[in-house]
């Protein structure tokens, strides 16, 4: 049983549009959504959180949008650049836990 | 520099053997968590440990063993009784076992991938 459903599985985009990635959940004891980048033969790294009492959080051209009442939370990446080309792992964690609940990933393919 | 170190970086495997993974941290985290990465199936938990001495199976623990005598150190053992150990294995640390409190992320080593031949 996945819990934590990514879409679509793979995304290019052009130099400077924009990229969506979009994860579903269905755990609603989940409450911290962190979103994870990892360069090929790199481990992940976090790239940008957000907790359910917000709908949106920005960092640079980073932006996490969650609608708590359809489960939902997306990462949007503005003017997309070829170095932005990695796999894009969106988590959960239930509160008062360490058990991080990752996606499947989605590879972000950004052409020059 | 601190960070976190996996050894090696390939590691073959024949068939029946054990084999142990390296995880080594300098961070002075408590928390430390192996995962298995297999393409197209994301990172899925094997074990964590949030002290020292004690460690909770994840959700694919059949086949591995772990330990944790040291804070900084959590090796990982793929049995032979792992039917099909060829993964990409990474793990990771965080400062707090609770990776939901604010300013708390998991640290991630460059990862080990492990062949069966």
């Known amino acids: 049983q996945q819990q934590v459903k990514q879409s679509p599985q793979s995304l290019i985009v052009q130099k400077g549009g924009i990229s969506i990635i979009n994860c579903a959940y269905e755990n609603t004891a989940f409450d911290y959504f962190p979103w994870y980048q990892q360069f090929p033969g790199k481990g992940p790294a976090l790239l940008i959180a957000?907790?359910?009492?917000?709908s949106e959080k920005k960092e640079g051209r980073f932006t996490i949008s969650f609608n708590k009442s359809a489960k939902q939370f997306s990462l949007h990446i503005m003017d997309s650049q070829p170095g932005d080309s990695a796999t894009y792992f969106c988590?959960?964690?239930?509160?008062?836990?360490?058990?991080?609940?990752f996606g499947k990933g989605i590879t972000l393919s950004v052409r020059p | 520099d601190g960070g976190i170190t996996q050894s090696p970086k390939y590691l073959f495997r024949k068939e029946g053997q054990n084999v142990t993974l390296s995880c080594e941290q300098n961070?002075?985290?408590?928390?430390m968590y192996w995962y298995r990465q297999d393409p197209g199936q994301g990172l899925r938990l094997i074990y964590y440990?949030?002290?020292?001495?004690?460690?909770q199976k994840g959700d694919i623990a059949e086949g591995y063993s772990v330990s944790r005598e040291k804070k900084e150190s959590f090796p990982l053992t793929v049995t032979s009784a792992q039917k099909n150990p060829t993964a990409f294995y990474l793990c990771?640390?965080?400062?707090?076992?609770?990776?939901?409190?604010?300013?708390?992320?998991?640290?991630f080593g460059q990862g080990t991938r492990l062949t069966v031949v």
């Open positions: 440990s949030q002290i020292v001495n004690d460690f």
């Open positions: 988590a959960a964690v239930p509160g008062a836990n360490s058990k991080l609940t």
């Open positions: 957000i907790r359910p009492d917000v």
């Open positions: 961070l002075n985290h408590d928390a």
């Open positions: 990771a640390s965080s400062i707090y076992p609770r990776v939901d409190l604010w300013g708390t992320e998991a640290f």
